[in-house]
């Protein structure tokens, strides 16, 4: 007779759960300007980034200016802008530039850059092209302008959206691979020194510099007007910059480990940046917090109990529509679609989907 063991969820689950300050959450006052030496405004005591482009730095960039921390729990980057009505970019000119580069890299041994969690890069990536890193991009609304456009020609506009969602998984780096391409590389940093500074590499010092900067330049102008009185009352404001994991942006019956534009359901994405802006408006803190486990799980609601049952190998939840199983060290073992799914005797962390869209997880013993 098989044994059955009941346990219901609730929120002591048993993973680590902590703060996710390190990760990159959006804080107008963590982001500034490039310095191009013309006037610019970076409102940080609102819940946005504004630049001010002019004349000759018709550019509207802005970098970190604190240390941000990714991982692969949360590889999904979140960019949403919006722009002064009449405002018009080059397609080719909207790009999101990774700084991790040291100097003399070519000279770097296997070991050095392994150091630097085994990823250099030191390159931009235009968001128009379609290289599989940009795999969503919408409107936050749907009367938004397409301020992008293909070319020079002001009335040229394409579809491009101000909401884009990048998967770094995809992006290349300079030393071959994927960032988060390697399963024993679960973070990599980027400082806040857009300028080269010096490190050591075997003992002897190495230039480098580390930044995440993002670029829209408003280099396009309608006919029969000059860039000066064109740009006069014009503005582009960063509105949330953030990563996120699949289940914050995913389609709840999107189970596969690579995001396409198909798996992405804009209406979370638009929560989160919603949530944020609720949040800072009512709290007057611009950080958004999100509690995260070591197994990327969210933490459970009090509402959200519901009954696992185990017979066997099989773990049930009865009117699950997906279920997934995690290992003590936070990878993901198994995923289906249903209410049941097999495992080897062990210890696991449940996660189940309801019809509904409430989560529900907890700690599952196989004997």
Avoid at 9 to 26: G, I, K, M, P
Avoid at 102 to 109: A, G, I, Q, R
Avoid at 306 to 334: D, H, K, P, W
């Amino acid at each position: 007779m098989k044994k059955i063991y009941s346990i219901i969820a609730c929120t002591a689950v048993a993973a680590t759960v902590f703060s996710a300050d390190a990760q990159v959450r959006w804080n107008p006052a963590n982001w500034q300007v490039v310095d191009g030496g013309n006037t610019q405004l970076v409102d940080k005591d609102h819940m946005e980034v504004i630049v001010t482009p002019v004349p000759g730095k018709d550019h509207c960039h802005i970098y970190n200016a604190v240390d941000l921390t990714f991982t692969a729990e949360e590889p999904y980057l979140i960019m949403h802008f919006e722009a002064s009505e009449g405002i018009r970019a080059n397609k080719q000119h909207s790009l999101f530039k990774f700084y991790n580069d040291f100097e003399n890299y070519n000279s770097l041994s296997a070991e050095d850059i392994d150091g630097y969690n085994g990823y250099v890069f030191d390159q931009s990536f235009n968001v128009d092209k379609g290289d599989g890193y940009v795999v969503y991009r919408g409107k936050y609304d749907a009367a938004d302008e397409d301020i992008f456009t293909n070319g020079w020609g002001y009335t040229s506009t394409v579809e491009r959206g101000n909401i884009w969602v990048i998967d770094l998984r995809q992006v290349p780096t300079k030393n071959g691979g994927y960032i988060f391409g390697k399963n024993d590389v679960p973070t990599f940093s980027i400082t806040h020194t857009r300028a080269p500074w010096w490190t050591n590499v075997d003992g002897a010092p190495a230039r480098m510099k580390s930044a995440l900067q993002i670029e829209i330049c408003t280099n396009v102008i309608p006919d029969g007007t000059t860039k000066a009185e064109f740009l006069a009352d014009k503005t582009v404001q960063y509105r949330y910059i953030a990563t996120a994991s699949q289940f914050d942006i995913f389609t709840d019956e999107a189970l596969l480990s690579r995001a396409n534009i198909a798996e992405i359901d804009p209406a979370k994405v638009k929560k989160l940046i919603d949530n944020y802006r609720t949040k800072a408006a009512q709290t007057g803190d611009y950080v958004e917090k999100r509690d995260i486990t070591t197994t990327g799980i969210g933490e459970v609601l009090s509402n959200q109990t519901a009954e696992f049952t185990v017979s066997g190998t099989q773990i049930s939840c009865q009117g699950a529509v997906s279920m997934e199983l995690y290992n003590v060290t936070g990878s993901r073992v198994a995923s289906v679609a249903g209410e049941s799914v097999e495992a080897q005797p062990g210890l696991y962390i449940a996660r189940a989907i309801a019809a509904d869209g409430n989560v529900i997880t907890g700690k599952i013993i196989i004997k």
